[in-house]
């Protein structure tokens, strides 16, 4: 059996990693119009930062993982194509700012069928809105010129998460495959879920309709989402009021229904799913009139800029109202720790907030690169779901600096501000940094992870989120 894989990006790449080291009886093939990014996954300084994925990859490539950029060859061989490529949020037309646009999922479709011989399994991997399996179809089933060649197509969405892929792959909670109600459309779905269970327990693999794999997955990221919008709410109350987001987090986490994890307060979410799949969600509610549940919804999406922005806020009002000319050591501009990924990073809005007011922000990040950062900083929003996008023109790079020594990015800085929960952040030498910084020196903890009390001993005024204020921070508030 051959599998092909367009997209080789943070779920394609390791993804086809893990299928190939699992089953070294499949070809497995993936395949990228990005030529860089291909040559990147064939030399041993992958694309991208995942812990693990560099031994999973030098163990199966070259065996029976191909990274390449001829797509028309491979994806004409393959039985099994999954489709891993962009889809963003729409910047302008019908539903600008909340549909997705699949331009780059149609080009894909009518590859496949331009060149397509012999039947295929055609999977969805990216996150697409409900019922695009209907629409590609159509384009598959009118573009092959073969009368002969049938297409199933299969929502089989993927639920790893960044920085935890490896073994997010390699033990899944479940596999989810969905598939048409029809003979053919169940055969390509026992096809697929053959390929799963070489490594993953039967009772793992789950499998439904289309319609319903496709809105489970929507639905995930909005639940999982929710809860992070719902702590976060509580964190406001709780700097309000004076009670610790962190107790309250802790006190309800041990209900078993609530549960533990997930429930961690931040300075917002970010990452290429939540924001996008939930608008997906909303979008198609109220395409079929259900605006109350689109409402429902969205305010998930607000409170989490409502949060950014409070963030902002706090750092402006801490400061004595101006941050005009200030340094502001950012640490941390991934949206999560243990991944380079920066797509929808709270850190860009929480920058682009301070250098408005006139900050002069000075970022460190372990695995981002400054080109990145700037890209980001520069680039419209949605603009980063479309393959290649540029740095552009912006004043706001006039205010950013990037530095890769953590010490030389708080130096003569009047605060820092976490922004991604690094560990590294933790094990700061801070009574250092103290010295090196202007005075009063603030500390904002956007992610909960460093020793308050200690710092407060060295002399910061420290800010952390969801718990109760300091004095010197009440005076400005109240
Ligand atoms: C995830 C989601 O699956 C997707 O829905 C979302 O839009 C982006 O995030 P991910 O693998 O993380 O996918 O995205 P990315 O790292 O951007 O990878 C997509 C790859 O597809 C890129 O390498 C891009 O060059 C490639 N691509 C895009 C093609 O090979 N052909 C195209 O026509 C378009
Ligand atoms: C998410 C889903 O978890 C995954 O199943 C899906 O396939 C893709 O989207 P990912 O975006 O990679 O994965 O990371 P995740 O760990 O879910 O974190 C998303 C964002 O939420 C990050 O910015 C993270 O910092 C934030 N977060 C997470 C919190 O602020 N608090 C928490 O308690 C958990």
Redesign the pocket.
């Known amino acids: 059996m051959k599998i092909a894989c367009i997209g080789a990006g943070?779920?394609g790449g390791p993804t086809m990693a893990m299928v190939a080291l699992k089953c070294p009886d499949i070809e497995v093939v993936v395949v990228d119009i990005n030529e860089e990014r291909i040559k990147a996954w064939n030399s041993d300084k992958l694309p991208i930062y995942e812990p693990g994925l560099l031994e999973v990859v030098q163990e199966a490539r070259g065996r029976n993982l191909f990274f390449s950029t001829d797509t028309k060859k491979h994806v004409g061989e393959a039985d099994i194509i999954f489709v891993s490529v962009n889809t963003p949020t729409k910047t302008h037309g019908i539903g600008a700012g909340k549909a997705a646009d699949l331009t780059y999922w149609e080009g894909a479709a009518r590859l496949i069928a331009s060149v397509s011989t012999s039947s295929k399994i055609v999977v969805e991997k990216s996150?697409v809105p409900v019922k695009t399996a209907e629409a590609i179809g159509k384009v598959l089933r009118r573009n092959c010129q073969d009368p002969n060649v049938n297409f199933e197509i299969l929502s089989n969405?993927?639920?790893?998460?960044?920085?935890?892929?490896i073994e997010?792959l390699q033990h899944p909670d479940r596999v989810l495959i969905g598939g048409a109600d029809t003979e053919s459309g169940q055969k390509a779905i026992k096809t697929l879920a053959e390929v799963y269970a070489h490594w993953i327990p039967r009772e793992r693999i789950l499998t439904a309709n289309l319609w319903s794999a496709e809105l489970a997955?929507l639905t995930?990221?909005a639940f999982?989402?929710q809860?992070?919008s719902s702590?976060?709410a509580i964190s406001a109350l709780c700097e309000a009021t004076g009670a610790d987001v962190s107790q309250v987090?802790h006190a309800i986490g041990t209900d078993s229904r609530i549960g533990p994890?997930?429930?961690?307060?931040?300075?917002?979410?970010?990452?290429?799913?939540?924001q996008k799949?939930i608008l997906n969600l909303c979008y198609v509610c109220e395409t079929v009139g259900l605006k109350e549940v689109a409402d429902y919804w969205y305010q998930v999406v607000s409170m989490n800029d409502y949060q950014k922005q409070r963030f902002v806020e706090r750092v402006i009002g801490a400061m004595f109202n101006t941050v005009s000319q200030k340094k502001i050591a950012i640490y941390g501009f991934a949206?999560?720790?243990d991944?380079g990924?920066t797509r929808?990073?709270?850190a860009i809005d929480v920058c682009k907030g301070l250098i408005r007011d006139g900050a002069k922000c000075c970022i460190y990040d372990p695995e981002v690169t400054p080109e990145q950062i700037f890209r980001d900083l520069s680039a419209p929003k949605f603009e980063w779901d479309r393959p290649n996008y540029s740095r552009s023109q912006s004043h706001m790079l006039e205010n950013v600096q990037v530095q890769s020594d953590p010490i030389a990015a708080a130096d003569g800085a009047h605060a820092i501000c976490v922004l991604?929960?690094w560990d590294e952040f933790k094990k700061y030498d801070f009574a250092a940094l103290y010295e090196k910084m202007v005075k009063p020196a603030f500390i904002f903890d956007g992610?909960n992870i460093l020793d308050h009390a200690k710092l407060r001993e060295i002399g910061f005024i420290v800010y952390a989120l969801g718990k109760p204020l300091d004095q010197f921070l009440q005076k400005n508030y109240s």
Request: net charge negative; hydrophobic share 35%.
């Open positions: 943070y779920v996150t969405p993927e639920f790893l998460a960044e920085g935890t892929a997010d997955k995930a990221n999982l989402a809860r992070i702590i976060n987090a994890k997930f429930l961690n307060a931040s300075v917002g979410f970010g990452g290429s799913c939540f799949d949206f999560k720790k991944t990924d929808e990073t709270p991604t929960e992610r």
